[in-house]
């Protein structure tokens, strides 16, 4: 955001005395369509985002169900969703982190095998049968 729009969004900030906190529309942050509302706290005089309103489309059905469960779990819903989205940011990170390991991985087998120190299939099938046959005599003769 450019140093102008933030000053114009600042002037734009609306103080709730009775909640010591700042509220701000996103057309005054210059963004249009749906209105969001950014809550602010201030700290040192500085305003801050605190919190942002998050605005879904759901079937009513589902939404009834999920209301029901939080309810049941005796839980806010939007604990819930906090934290549901919390775990899908940390299963994605994982996702990428492991995508990115086995990408390594796999290069680093393909360069081996370009470079000739890869070992072949039946050489593999033939060093592990001898191990097995190994275990077994030792297992039978014990």
Do not use: C
């Amino acid at each position: 955001m450019a140093a102008e729009s933030k000053r114009y969004a600042l002037t734009k900030l609306i103080k709730l005395s009775h909640l010591r906190k700042w509220k701000v529309s996103a057309e005054a942050l210059g963004s249009q369509g749906n209105e969001k509302v950014y809550t602010f706290s201030v700290l040192g005089g500085v305003p801050y985002v605190k919190r942002v309103r998050f605005t879904m489309k759901l079937e009513a059905a589902l939404r009834d169900e999920f209301m029901a469960e939080a309810e049941a779990a005796h839980r806010p819903a939007s604990q819930i969703m906090r934290d549901l989205m919390r775990e899908f940011v940390q299963r994605q990170r994982e996702a990428r982190k492991y995508e990115k390991f086995l990408r390594r991985k796999v290069d680093t087998t393909r360069s081996s095998v370009r470079a000739n120190r890869g070992r072949s299939h039946e050489t593999v099938e033939a060093e592990f049968a001898a191990r097995r046959a190994d275990l077994l005599r030792d297992v039978d003769g014990a």
